[in-house]
Every structure is written in structure tokens, then in C-alpha cells.
Nanobody
Framework: QVQLVESGGGLVQAGGSLRLSCAAS????????LSWYRQAPGKQRELVAL???????NYADFVKGRFAISRDNAKKTVFLQMTNLKPEDTAVYYC????????WGQGTQVTVSS
């Protein structure tokens, strides 16, 4: 019954910024760990960032210092603020919530031009 709705993907030039959003319904949002993943063509899906119910965060080395994950529990929304984007960041980005099983959003395309 959990549903995730993403927005914010698009086209951006290298060095630019994007903010991804993912709104959740049907879960005890405040108690759940939230994550962002990405998958580029021909590559495995990889973890980008996560944020725990207590607000603790972890980042992949390749985005550390450039991306920031945050959550708004009142709005049941998780964000990924991406700055200093690079062409190698081009991928489909997915949000995920961990409950009794892992749920996924539909994915949103991020394309960074050089």
C-alpha cells in the first residue's frame, strides 16, 4: 500500500544544481529509513544517500560534499539536493523507503551535459 511519487529530475549543465523530491503515502514515515539510489545505462543500481528515522545520514564517496539528503516528516517527503553536478551523475534516480519490505519510486531521469 506504500506509494512514492518523485519529482525534480531534468536536464542541467555541468556545475549546476537540481533538487529531487519524493513524497510518501501509506507508511509510518517517521519510523522509516529513506534512501536515494541511481542507475546509469549498463551499470548496477547504486546507493547514493540514506537518512535514518533519527536524522543520521550516509553518502556514497562519489557524491560526498556535493549532495545532501534531508526529510520533512510533516510532509512525508524526502529530498536530495544535488550541487556541482557532473556528467557522470547522469542516471535514473530512485527513492526508496524501508518498512516490512523495501518500496521504490518510479524513477526520475537526471541528465548532466558537459
Amino acid at each position: 500500500q506504500v506509494q512514492l511519487v518523485e519529482s525534480g529530475g531534468g536536464l542541467v549543465q555541468a556545475g549546476g544544481s537540481l533538487r529531487l523530491s519524493c513524497a510518501a503515502s501509506g507508511s509510518n514515515f517517521n519510523a522509516n529509513t529513506l534512501s536515494w539510489y541511481r542507475q546509469a545505462p549498463g551499470k548496477q543500481r547504486e546507493l547514493v544517500a540514506l537518512i535514518t528515522s533519527g536524522g543520521g545520514t550516509n553518502y556514497a564517496d562519489f557524491v560526498k560534499g556535493r549532495f545532501a539528503i534531508s526529510r520533512d516528516n510533516a510532509k512525508k517527503t524526502v529530498f536530495l539536493q544535488m550541487t556541482n553536478l557532473k556528467p557522470e551523475d547522469t542516471a535514473v534516480y530512485y527513492c526508496s523507503i524501508s518498512t516490512i519490505r523495501q518500496y521504490w519510486g518510479q524513477g526520475t531521469q537526471v541528465t548532466v551535459s558537459s
